[in-house]
């Protein structure tokens, strides 16, 4: 009986020795915690309450996938891993102390990292009493892939913050300070490593260094540095969105390192932005502000583009004599010492668009874009450039006399105000419109000034003129005006206006206008003049062709003069292409009370339509009676409240409405008959009680 017991037993105990074993197993799939704590005393157990001293101790005792917490506090060891673990320091918050990792041995590497995908999290590693004598040695070391180095800072050391070993690849650095330091990203024979989103500042010698090595370069600012980023037998480099300021040599220094791209980076204060010794590179969209030199160029093939250089000091792109073949083009150059210089052989624009050069100022006649001749300065040609170009003067304006005057006396003024852009002093000339001959010139106009030309008329006399300005290279001309001299009032019947229509188009296509039906019946007509309504206008013909450039409902007015001076004119409106009218608004001005005897005055004045006229004003009186007009009177007959409608029909032929109520009662009697009434019987209860009393 004794053995069955011990029997069972024994197989209860390899059973429940197997599960055990399974459970644990089950139970590290996803790794163990381990706190750390070196300001804690007492029984160390490796739990948050009972933490151990020393990190490394944790590491030690840690296995794969295990996460290490780490207290605030100073430790003063160097660490090895050689586990895939994840180290996560400073665990209170940034409340909370920090966990500073500074090593009192003289030790090549502070961290050394072995082990594949360790992430190495919150911590501040330094070297505060320059400990470290290695020149090559760093307070991170990494010869493993795929290692995560997050949100950590680094500072105050004569040697690397982080060293990538060769051969080692897939790196993420990302979120990290480090400051004060001789290098800070140093990476050899190491590929796919991504340097992300870090803040590197004081770098004695460089900030980040690529040595044939390839990866992404990305979103980091790198300030108060020799050389921010140097970039050397490497290929492939994707440096994209960083910030770099008051570098001393470089910001980039990219030599032998092809088909790297150097994009939306913006470079601020630096002693030269980029030194580009590589070939087949891209340098798009880059921001170059207040720098002394923006890119220098020594290598081939490179194609620079839609780079923003602004107030350089020094050059904007100098091309060394050894670089060409480099492509570069839709730069914009605004105010640099040079805007750039070329010693080598290399092309300046690309499918027949140049760069912008805030120097060029010259002009662009047929408004194409592209200035008229090349832009040619320091061995650069741009056969296409792009720039401020200068602008022909505005057209002449505020005519004197005014448009259509009457009256004018026969020794006249001619009076136009005329502006420039980019031209102090310029030339007005006052033609006659009927023959273009020149009537008079006034010369040296200063920009926003009047100019004045003379002429002599007789009586009876309708002249059209018009003037050109011109800033000694362009000239604007001034829509044509008429005016009319004095004249004894004629036994003459005016001439009709009929503009034709109506008239509907699409952009760019050629409207027929026809004012042959216009006549005059006592005369005939001498003189048309058609106003478009697109701020153009012609004179003389009867039925001339116009082109709209844009979509909209136009106002066109035609005006005849006859053979007496007297005038007529005529408003429609042209539909160019898919335009929808706008209804115009009604607005009423009438009383709200009124009485059966009098005339009340209703007002339509205020009504509008923005993009025509109205063409009819109806009102409903609400007595059955209709009235039609801007402004017009009715009379009620009976008492009563009425509505009062009011609709207003535009151009186009849509309509609104607006309403009111108004009040009407019959007009009183004798003004005061009540009070009078009132006086009265006071009067006579007084005179009453008086002769009671002296009865008494």
Request: glycine content about 8%.
């Amino acid at each position: 009986m004794k053995s069955k017991i011990v029997i069972l037993l024994i197989f209860f105990s390899m059973i429940f020795g197997s599960f055990n074993i399974i459970f644990n197993e089950n139970c590290r799939a996803e790794g163990n915690e381990i706190y750390v704590d070196v300001n804690y005393h007492g029984i160390r157990e490796g739990t948050a309450e009972k933490p151990y001293a020393s990190i490394q101790y944790a590491i030690d005792i840690a296995e794969e996938g295990d996460t290490i917490y780490v207290f605030g506090g100073l430790y003063e060891e160097t660490l090895e891993i050689d586990k895939t673990l994840k180290i996560w320091g400073s665990i209170e918050g940034t409340e909370g102390p920090a966990s500073i990792i500074d090593s009192n041995i003289n030790q090549r590497y502070t961290i050394e990292i072995t082990a594949d995908h360790v992430e190495l999290i919150d911590f501040v590693i330094s070297d505060i009493e320059n400990i470290k004598s290695s020149p090559i040695g760093s307070l991170i070391y990494i010869n493993s892939d795929n290692v995560i180095i997050q949100g950590n800072t680094f500072n105050q050391t004569n040697s690397s913050a982080i060293y990538i070993n060769p051969d080692s690849s897939g790196n993420i650095i990302s979120g990290n300070h480090i400051e004060n330091v001789s290098r800070g990203i140093n990476i050899e024979n190491s590929d796919t490593n991504d340097i992300v989103i870090n803040t590197i500042s004081n770098c004695s010698e460089y900030a980040i260094s690529f040595v044939n090595s390839n990866g992404r370069i990305y979103g980091n600012t790198i300030s108060n540095s020799t050389y921010g980023l140097k970039i050397d037998k490497s290929k492939d480099v994707n440096i994209t969105n960083n910030t770099i300021s008051n570098t001393t040599f470089y910001g980039i220094y990219l030599k032998n390192s092809d088909d790297s791209i150097i994009e939306q980076n913006e470079f601020m204060y630096n002693e030269d932005c980029i030194y580009l010794d590589s070939s087949d590179c891209e340098i798009n969209e880059n921001k170059f502000e207040s720098n002394i030199g923006a890119i220098e160029i020594k290598g081939s093939n490179n194609n620079i583009k839609n780079n923003n250089i602004s107030n350089s000091s020094g050059s904007g792109i100098n091309a060394l004599a050894s670089s060409k073949n480099n492509i570069i083009s839709l730069n914009r150059f605004l105010d640099n010492g040079k805007s750039a210089q070329d010693f080598g052989n290399n092309q300046w624009y690309y499918e027949e668009k140049g760069n912008y050069w805030s120097d060029y100022n010259d002009l662009d006649l047929d408004l194409d874009g592209i200035g008229d001749i090349f832009y040619e300065k320091y061995g650069v040609t741009d056969m296409f450039p792009l720039g401020d170009f200068l602008k022909p003067p505005k057209k002449p304006f505020n005519p004197s006399p005014e448009d259509l005057e009457t009256g004018v006396g026969l020794r006249i003024t001619l009076e136009v105000e005329v502006e420039d852009d980019d031209s102090d002093e310029l030339t007005v000339y006052f033609y006659n419109a009927e023959n273009d001959e020149l009537i008079d010139t006034d010369k040296r106009v200063n920009t926003g000034d009047v100019a004045v030309g003379q002429l002599t008329l007789g009586f009876n006399r309708t002249y059209a003129w018009y003037a050109i300005v011109n800033d000694s290279r362009q000239d604007n001309k001034s829509d044509p005006w008429i005016f009319f001299t004095k004249t004894t009032p004629p036994d003459n019947e005016p001439p009709v206006a009929d503009a034709g229509g109506p008239y509907s188009s699409d952009p760019g296509q050629i409207i027929g206008f026809d004012g042959s039906d216009s006549y005059d019946t006592d005369g005939e007509i001498d003189f048309y003049r058609w106003n478009f309504g697109d701020e153009s206008s012609e004179i003389l013909a009867e039925s001339p062709e116009h082109v709209y450039n844009n979509k909209g409902s136009y106002k066109v007015t035609l005006t005849v003069i006859d053979n007496d001076g007297t005038t007529d004119s005529e408003i429609i409106f042209v539909t160019i292409g898919d335009y929808v009218n706008k209804a115009p608004i009604a607005i009423h001005e009438i009383p709200i009370n009124g009485t059966t005897d009098e005339m009340i005055t209703f007002i339509a004045s205020d009504s509008s339509d923005s993009d025509g006229i109205i063409v009819n004003y109806t009102w409903s009186f609400g007595d059955g009676s209709m009235g039609y007009g801007e402004i017009i009177e009715h009379k009620y007959i009976e008492a009563g409240k009425y509505i009062v409608e009011l609709t207003v029909e535009d151009n186009n032929g849509d309509t609104d409405m607006s309403s009111a109520v108004i009040t009407i009662v019959e007009p009183s009697g004798f003004p005061g008959f009540e009070l009078f009434i009132f006086i009265i019987a006071g009067i006579i209860l007084f005179i009453f009680r008086k002769n009671k009393l002296f009865s008494k």
